[in-house]
């Protein structure tokens, strides 16, 4: 099958560091391309790849300074995806709405994985108006403030099984790691780890919308001994904090569509204490893979009693549900309906919608675009 990948401009494919919805890109289109597909990945420059890579942008936009507004370039990104419809069989989208009222009119069968939340009030009237989108949702939860959109699957993330080690015998602390932000609740794991008297260490990004929360917010409540604040992570450290943990905390405040480091814990055999917001009850089974909790002192609580957890049922619990090779196989199952249902009009309406785009000016070889 020859499928298009459209990722999201802000971080390369992989991402050096945090960009769940990126690193999510990076493997289904890896596990493509192994399984055999012909795979054309749309993203930004620097991104790594086994398929053929557009690079839209130089460099990913979040570490590109020159980038005034980036709505340019995933402007730009469309229509190279829109030059090169008639080359695929099907596109897949992975950036938001923004690319439906070409996707309605591409000519081929297109799919949208939504990645965020879907409760802004805003929302509604773009999912009415596109209803014949087909959406793929992350997660059973997140569609819940969109009932009436066209959402065909879901499709739980998931991780190649080799690239988080299990590890039986953790350290004495708890691990927070994500982006600091109000919704994601860096204060209460704090509060959490120095009620139980336990360590804890932070290893979280700092976005630049976010860094008055951090000076404000949770750096003053750093200044303890029990906290360590270790900033923004790489996979592999990743791998080695979430190993050592007693606990991984997911203390959220917000509806979660998925939450894709609580399967990283769970690779590694680490427990979650999570917050039952959005995703949760649908990736944790509480007091087996960890605890569902509803305040901090439960949480507290929790963590007093997490040896109960068997570390080994959770690292078999992401291998029954969470690899790679589960998701990437319900994705072709999508793709496979789409092209069934899609009509030979659709189709063959592929060409005159590429030519009315113009001639490409891509050179896949070159591998850049002459105005980036």
């Not at 391309?33 to 890579?53: I, Q």
């Not at 996707?103 to 799919?111: E, N, T």
């Not at 953790?170 to 008297?197: M, S």
């Not at 404000?216 to 906290?227: A, E, F, N, R, Y």
């Amino acid at each position: 099958m020859r499928i298009a990948q459209v990722a999201p401009l802000v971080e390369t494919v992989p991402p050096e560091g945090y960009g769940g919805t990126e690193r999510i890109v990076s493997y289904l289109t890896e596990e493509l391309v192994r399984l055999g597909h012909d795979v054309t990945l749309f993203a930004s420059g620097g991104s790594t790849t086994a398929a053929k890579l557009v690079p839209i942008s130089a460099r990913a936009l979040r570490s590109d300074p020159s980038v005034q507004d980036p709505l340019s370039r995933i402007v730009l990104e469309i229509e190279e995806v829109l030059k090169r419809s008639q080359h695929f069989d099907l596109v897949h989208f992975h950036d938001g709405y923004i690319h439906f009222p070409l996707a309605r009119r591409l000519g081929i069968p297109a799919v949208t994985t939504m990645h965020g939340r879907m409760d802004l009030l805003d929302l509604a009237s773009v999912f009415q108006e596109f209803s014949d989108m087909p959406l793929v949702s992350i997660s059973d939860q997140q569609r819940t403030p969109l009932h009436s959109a066209n959402w065909i699957a879901t499709v739980y993330h998931g991780l190649p099984e080799d690239l988080y080690s299990f590890r039986a015998d953790p350290e004495d602390y708890v691990a927070f790691v994500g982006r600091i932000c109000p919704e994601k609740r860096a204060d209460r794991a704090i509060e959490i780890a120095k009620k139980a008297g336990v360590p804890l260490k932070i290893a979280a990004k700092v976005d630049k919308a976010d860094e008055q929360y951090f000076e404000s917010k949770i750096k003053p409540l750093l200044d303890d001994s029990l906290v360590e604040f270790i900033g923004e992570i790489n996979e592999q450290e990743k791998n080695v904090l979430f190993g050592g943990a007693r606990a991984f905390l997911f203390p959220i405040d917000w509806p979660e569509p998925f939450g894709l480091v609580m399967i990283e814990s769970l690779a590694c055999g680490t427990p979650v204490i999570a917050f039952e917001h959005g995703s949760v009850p649908e990736i944790l089974e509480h007091e087996r893979t960890g605890f569902i909790v509803h305040d901090v002192p439960e949480a507290v609580e929790a963590l007093k009693k997490i040896e109960r957890i068997d570390r080994h049922v959770c690292r078999q619990e992401f291998e029954a549900r969470f690899t790679v090779r589960q998701m990437v196989r319900k994705y072709v199952s999508v793709y496979e309906q789409l092209r069934t249902e899609s009509s030979p009009q659709l189709l063959e309406s592929s060409t005159h919608v590429a030519a009315l785009a113009g001639k490409a000016t891509f050179d896949l070889e070159a591998g850049c675009l002459p105005s980036a």
